[in-house]
């Protein structure tokens, strides 16, 4: 029904920059909000950033704001998440989600219909 396919992932030093890209596919996609989660190790998966279905509005957590931009393609089903000035406690497995239809603004874990594979980011010297 949806498919989602993150790549981008990697090793990257502390101040350095990565470009997550999420494939998407299926009914709706471009109709619909999408958004970033991640997961550290030992800890519960967590929000990063949501953007409407046309890009116009974008909402982050506070410990990215600033530093991450979310941005889509909907001409190429495409979701992206530019990290640039990474930290150590960045480093996660971040995955691309699509949340429900009614779901809060930024969304829950709980709302989210459909999730990706996750990619791997670590920030490491």
């Known amino acids: 029904q949806v498919q989602l396919v993150e790549s981008g992932g990697g090793l990257v030093l502390p101040g350095g920059s990565l470009r997550l890209s999420c494939a998407a596919s299926?009914?709706?996609?471009?109709?619909?909000?999408m958004a970033w989660f991640r997961q550290a190790p030992g800890k519960e998966r967590e929000f990063v950033a949501v953007?409407?279905?046309?890009?116009?509005?974008?909402y982050y957590t506070d410990s990215v704001r600033g530093r991450f931009t979310i941005s889509r393609d909907n001409a190429n089903n495409t979701l992206y998440l530019q990290m640039n000035t990474l930290k150590p406690e960045d480093t996660a497995v971040y995955y691309c989600?699509?949340?429900?239809?009614?779901?809060?603004?930024?969304?829950?874990?709980?709302?989210?219909?459909?999730w990706g594979q996750g990619t791997q980011v670590t920030v490491s010297s």
């Open positions: 299926g009914h709706m996609i471009s109709t619909s909000r």
């Open positions: 953007i409407t279905w046309n890009g116009y509005s974008s």
């Open positions: 989600v699509v949340p429900k239809g009614n779901s809060m603004w930024p969304p829950s874990r709980d709302e989210v219909a459909f």
